[in-house]
């Protein structure tokens, strides 16, 4: 569960939303305030954590609920599981990134929805105005609109949601607190999942893949490609008003700082990267090589909420040696390696 203090901040992580608030126009500016203090009205709301459920149905559950640019959750019901499509772009782009996230850890890793429980998906669009964010409460999935100049409706990339979701199969698994190294591993994990979950809906190998997190979100005014890269942490976007991507490719650029958690949304460069490399080393499809090394570090009881990058990654490595031989093993190690990452002994 994650604590009171530590909350979650959505996809656009402070640092970007902060950047903007100083260095935007004066309309971006309004938006950017607007959505800084819907965030604090939302830390100050209790969330719910994904709890036990009874063992739900094997099946998917979506339904998509309109917010009609309030702050008002979960808002007014539009689309519920097989009814036909709304006419309203937002409602079915986040009703299909629901649907392939679902599908994407049901037939890969026999997931039953983010919680293993069956947990129908709810998700809520047009959230407040010019809203520049997404998230999951530990309830449903909700989508602002973007302010049209920087960000795009965030309903637009299945990274961006996919990233979303797998904060609460973290939740549900291995529970990573949100703070310095093992809040980086969180975030980390977000972007991996997400990114692999994208690639298997496009049915892309590791060398097709473009890496990035978001790259539908951003608009052509914006000089940057994604909001981060696992490919290349570090050069995601440089661009005036939105400032230069801050993220680390490597333990050599580790980035000490108190804000953001302990830099969670920095230095997950450094435990992306590492992924990259992996599965850009095994070739083929990632969700099928070093994808499930991935999976079962998550449920593995040897990998604690506190844990730092060593100890992740002697987890990573013991799974990878434990269910995938030696070969793959090899490349998990040489990618850690190439991160200035040592793997702990587990
Ligand atoms: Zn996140």
């Not at 800084?36 to 036990?52: C, F, G, K, P, Y």
């Not at 069956?118 to 809520?124: P, R």
Request: glycine fraction near 8%; hydrophobic fraction near 40%.
């Amino acid at each position: 569960m994650v604590s009171t203090r530590h909350r979650r901040s959505g996809i656009v992580p402070p640092h970007i939303l902060e950047r903007l608030a100083q260095h935007a126009p004066d309309d971006i500016k309004q938006c950017v305030l607007e959505t800084q203090r819907a965030n604090e009205a939302l830390q100050r709301m209790r969330l719910t954590a994904v709890t036990a459920l009874p063992e739900a149905a094997d099946e998917l559950r979506r339904t998509i609920y309109d917010a009609g640019h309030t702050q008002d959750l979960p808002g007014r019901m539009v689309r519920r599981e097989d009814e036909a499509a709304a006419d309203d772009r937002e409602v079915n782009e986040a009703y299909d990134d629901l649907g392939r996230t679902w599908r994407f850890y049901k037939e890969v890793f026999d997931r039953n929805s983010i919680d293993n429980h069956g947990l129908a998906l709810d998700g809520s669009v047009h959230y407040g105005r010019h809203y520049d964010n997404a998230f999951w409460n530990g309830r449903e999935m909700v989508f602002g609109d973007g302010d049209g100049r920087i960000f795009r409706p965030f309903t637009r990339s299945l990274d961006v949601v996919a990233h979303e979701l797998t904060h609460g199969v973290t939740e549900a698994t291995a529970g990573l607190a949100y703070q310095d190294q093992s809040g980086a591993l969180n975030e980390s994990v977000s972007d991996v999942f997400g990114v692999m979950t994208a690639q298997y809906a496009a049915g892309q190998t590791a060398a097709e893949a473009d890496w990035l997190i978001g790259a539908e979100l951003l608009t052509d005014q914006v000089h940057g490609a994604a909001l981060r890269s696992l490919a290349r942490p570090g050069t995601a976007y440089d661009d005036p008003t939105l400032g230069r991507d801050p993220q680390p490719a490597t333990m050599a650029h580790y980035v000490e700082t108190r804000q953001d958690n302990g830099g969670v949304h920095i230095n997950s460069g450094i435990p992306n990267h590492a992924f990259y490399r992996a599965a850009m080393a095994a070739g083929g499809y990632s969700w099928e090589t070093v994808g499930p090394v991935w999976y079962a570090t998550l449920n593995d009881h040897r990998l604690t909420e506190n844990a730092d990058f060593a100890q992740f990654a002697g987890v990573t490595l013991a799974n990878a040696r434990e269910h995938a031989g030696r070969e793959l093993a090899d490349i998990v190690s040489q990618a850690w390696s190439d991160v200035g990452v040592t793997p702990a002994e587990v």
